[in-house]
């Protein structure tokens, strides 16, 4: 009796579990295609034009010259358009807002001619005049409030290194900026996706204002924020340049977790997915719904050494870990071999990039003899620092560090890895408390003054020269190279501080890695940037 | 009882105070400047010394705790440093996902947890008893990640029952009212959008309910067979009572009450502790606020955050201790 009750029981419970799944099926079909029908539907064509974009994080302002970080240039370089664009994979120099543009023999100054009739998202003219008022913006600021003005231009307007003289409007459609001196990478910083111009009416309310009610010149308009969640924009039907964008609507979607971002692109959540596990792409590549792009190298991954501490103060240690470590079967198991082993301090795709540099073979033998030369036959113990977080430079930061403990045993160096949580990591790093330590870096604006400079100058020291290393002749070349107009010149400048660089070995760099995105079979024209600032107005489905 | 609640109350004056101290000396015995953080790898040295004075942060420690709390005193949560939103404005849709989640899971944990715990203690020892007891064990000790990924793998991927990850199909987004879905979506009559929502509910709910489910269902099956070992039970079923009443009327009262306590403990863990199931379901919720404050060393967020979350969790404490004398008058409040 007791018995036939509990299973009665058991059996209703099954009998209403499975309803209720039965149920959350909801018809014949999954959400995702559901809804696209149904979007499709409300255009009243057969063709679907939301694109949702799956990406690790929010932004933090979609005003792009107020901060650094990259999640809110993914979005505004679709709102906003700057006076010149880089290629459209790569960073050479190509017209944008400016449809031409002419520099002075000096190298002082630059003439832009306007396209014209552009119209901002709120209705106001794009011309000369709006161009100064967003360049008088940015000078009138202050570190906390336009950081990248700060550093790519030399301070603000009354500051003694501010490269910028004036910038002057010269009718409807001309602008003439005249520097104090000349600057190499000028007409790249200008690229950049935080010197995007924006609506003088629309800043002009206040600059915390705008940070949530953007309005540029771009293919998109601003529609909605809902934060940590989504960012809605929409096609831009006054655009400019015709039949552009393609698509009505894109929705940037946050979701930090790399795996659940897969599932929902597997599941067709989402169209488009940022920051794909190198271990997965083989899974993408053999599903026969997905394509699985590569957005060109523009990084380094490296193992810094601080040279201010024993034994790294000797250049013949910084040597032998440089042959101790096996970068090539480091590529192999973490990064699936989707990197290029790094020689230099920047990725060949860099003008600059001295190719002539041999690279440390893996050579634990010449390792060992280096050692002794130093005076350390028996080696010595140190810190490895290990990263707490992946980046595209450094997918899996632990595992990384554990091969090359592995590698450093074999020659006697009897490294401990240690971690900290990511901002005290860098903090700490930063005061040189690290012995050895993992960081990587991704390129800007495409220049080798973005590479060199800001990670082994001296003037970085204390911000992004975590080593330490300290080189007069590297320095002669960095500053010279800043101001040398000739580019064939500058490139040899840079091509001797590498030189240097290798020899004097503070890095031991790792890899210069292929970061992956997924996406849907039938999305096309889209094209990753090495920036890892995408244009979407090409993107359609087929 | 009025006496209780009042005296209860003020009793929360020096736990809050003494909090508020608590994570402001922490989060500043932690490394990393914020202002580094703010300005990014690029920052000179320059930019963020001024930086540091501007937010602040170059005063002694005591000044710049008195002038927090003189903020809050004034109802002012202070203003975040990585939005430059003032946390009051900005906090509620963060706190109203999390409580959405937070609510949905403990209706699942509740109802489930302690239905199981009344049957495995009725029939104790049969095959219902042990399996339960059994995935309860389970239940404790899973790891949510794996939990998570491998549901949304087999219900989002597989069946293509439920969706993976988010709160709202975000081709069709909710416009946010109160910003608890379920509330928006029924004042605005949109049963469509509703059922999607209550769709996106059911993993990470399903997710965050586990551990207080197998907890709650561990907690009523001991305190059941306590009761039902009492002599009043045993006078209610000489009676003649049908064993279905004398279980869930006369011994359920009794038992619930440690399960009570439990369960208000549970909801005070979910809110502050759904960070993991935040991430992997990417949940905007208050939890991933918190965590992404953390790391940016957004003092502000985390302090006022934190004093949030911690007051819901003793506010529901107190709710859960005067429940106590609602179901017991046996239990008095002095």
């Known amino acids: 009796m007791r018995k036939g009750k509990l299973w009665s029981f058991a059996l209703i419970m099954l009998l209403v579990l499975s309803t209720a ?159 104090k001196r000349p600057q190499a990478p000028f007409l790249k910083n200008l690229a950049m996706s935080m010197f995007a111009i924006s609506s003088p009416e629309a800043f002009e309310k206040g600059d915390d204002e705008y940070e949530r009610n953007p309005v540029g010149t771009g293919p998109f308009k601003f529609v909605e924020w809902k934060p940590n969640e989504t960012i809605t924009i929409e096609k831009n039907e006054e655009y400019w340049q015709e039949g552009l964008p393609k698509l009505d609507r894109v929705i940037f979607q946050a979701i930090p977790d790399n795996s659940a971002r897969l599932n929902a692109l597997l599941s067709g959540e989402i169209d488009l997915a940022d920051g794909i596990n190198p271990a997965d792409g083989a899974k993408i590549e053999d599903n026969d719904a997905l394509q699985l792009f590569e957005r060109p190298s523009m990084n380094v991954g490296y193992l810094g050494l601080t040279v201010t501490r024993e034994p790294f103060d000797k250049k013949e240690v910084r040597q032998a870990m440089n042959y101790a470590i096996d970068k090539q079967s480091i590529i192999d198991s973490f990064f699936e071999g989707r990197a290029e082993v790094a020689k230099n301090a920047m990725p060949s795709s860099i003008s600059g990039y001295n190719d002539e540099v041999e690279a440390y073979a893996y050579d634990p033998e010449k390792a060992k003899e280096l050692l002794k030369e130093a005076g350390l ?45 990511w901002a005290t990591y860098l903090d700490k790093a930063s005061k040189g408390e690290a012995d050895a330590f993992m960081l990587g870096w991704t390129g800007d604006n495409g220049d080798a003054d973005n590479f060199l400079y800001v990670l082994l100058d001296e003037d970085n020291i204390g911000s992004n020269n975590y080593t330490y290393f300290k080189n007069d002749e590297t320095h002669k070349l960095f500053l010279e190279a800043q101001t040398e107009v000739d580019e064939d010149k500058r490139i040899e400048l840079y091509k001797q501080a590498q030189e240097i660089l290798h020899e004097e070995a503070p890095w031991v760099p790792l890899a210069h890695s292929i970061p992956l995105l997924g996406g849907a079979k039938e999305l096309t024209g889209f094209v990753p940037h090495p920036t890892g600032s995408d244009l979407l107005s090409n993107v359609e489905f087929k | 009882m009025f006496n209780y609640t009042i005296k209860r109350l003020l009793q929360l004056i020096p736990v809050l105070l003494g909090m508020t101290f608590l994570v402001f000396m922490l989060i500043r015995a932690i490394p990393g400047n914020p202002a580094q953080v703010i300005l990014g790898q690029q920052a000179t040295k320059e930019a963020v010394e001024a930086l540091t004075i501007k937010l602040g942060l170059d005063q002694p420690w005591y000044t710049q705790y008195f002038s927090y709390l003189g903020g809050i005193l004034k109802g002012d949560l202070g203003e975040s440093m990585r939005t430059r939103l003032p946390v009051a404005d900005e906090i509620w849709p963060y706190l109203a ?160 009450i440690p399960v009570l306590t439990i369960i208000g403990l549970q909801i005070g863990l979910l809110l502050g502790g759904a960070i993991l199931t935040e991430t992997i379901f990417a949940w905007p919720g208050i939890g991933r606020y918190i965590y992404d404050a953390i790391n940016f060393r957004d003092y502000p967020v985390i302090q006022s955050g934190i004093l949030i979350v911690a007051f819901i969790f003793v506010m529901i404490n107190l709710i859960v201790d005067l429940l106590y004398g609602l179901i017991d008058p046996r239990i008095k409040y002095d």
């Not at chain 1, 709006?130 to 550093?151: I, L, M, Q």
């Not at chain 2, 909710?174 to 059911?202: C, E, M, P």
Request: aromatic share 10%; hydrophobic share 45%; net charge negative.
């Open chain 1, 377 to 421: 036959e028996d080696g010595f113990e140190m810190e490895l620092w290990a990263m707490p977080v992946p980046r595209p430079y450094m997918p899996d930061g632990t595992k990384v560090a554990e091969a090359i403990q592995s590698n450093l045993a074999d020659v006697g160096i009897k490294a401990k890895i240690v971690s900290y949580e």
């Open chain 2, 97 to 256: 996902a999390t409580l959405e989640l937070a609510l949905f899971a403990m209706i699942i944990a509740v109802v489930v947890g302690i239905n199981a715990g009344i049957i495995s203690a009725w029939f104790q020892n049969s095959w219902f008893d042990y399996s339960a007891m059994v995935l309860a064990l389970v239940g404790v000790s899973m790891p949510i990640f794996w939990l998570g990924l491998m549901g949304q793998w087999a219900f989002a991927i597989e069946l293509q029952w439920l969706p993976t990850t988010g709160r709202e199909n975000v081709r069709d987004p909710v416009s946010a009212i109160t910003n608890l879905y379920i509330i928006d979506t029924l004042i605005q009559g949109r049963f469509d959008q509703l059922w999607v929502v209550i769709k996106h509910l059911i993993l990470p709910g399903l997710a965050l309910a586990t551990i207080p489910m197998a907890i709650i269902a561990r907690m009523t099956r001991s305190s059941m067979l306590e009761v039902m070992r009492s002599d009043y039970i045993r006078t209610a079923r000489a009676k003649g009572q049908k064993m279905f009443w004398v279980v869930y009327k006369h011994a359920l009262k009794n038992a619930i």
């Open chain 1, 21 to 179: 799944l039965a149920a959350c099926s909801g018809g014949d079909d999954k959400e995702g295609n559901g809804d696209k029908d149904k979007d499709a539907a409300d255009k009243g064509g057969s063709e679907n034009k939301t694109l949702v974009f799956g990406r690790g994080g929010d932004s933090t302002s979609l005003d792009p010259s107020r901060v650094t970080e990259g999640e809110t240039f993914k979005v505004t370089a679709n709102l906003f358009e700057t006076l010149l664009n880089f290629g459209e994979q790569d960073t050479t120099v190509q017209p944008g807002l400016a449809k031409e543009y002419d520099t002075s023999e000096d190298g002082l100054t630059y003439t832009f001619q306007l396209e014209e009739g552009v119209k901002f998202h709120d209705g106001t003219d794009f011309n000369a005049e709006a161009v100064v008022k967003n360049f008088e913006r940015w000078a009138n600021g202050d570190a906390d409030t336009f950081p990248y003005y700060n550093s790519m231009f030399g301070g603000f307007k009354d500051d003694e290194d501010h490269v910028i003289e004036s910038v002057k409007a010269d009718g409807e459609s001309t602008v003439i900026i005249t520097l």
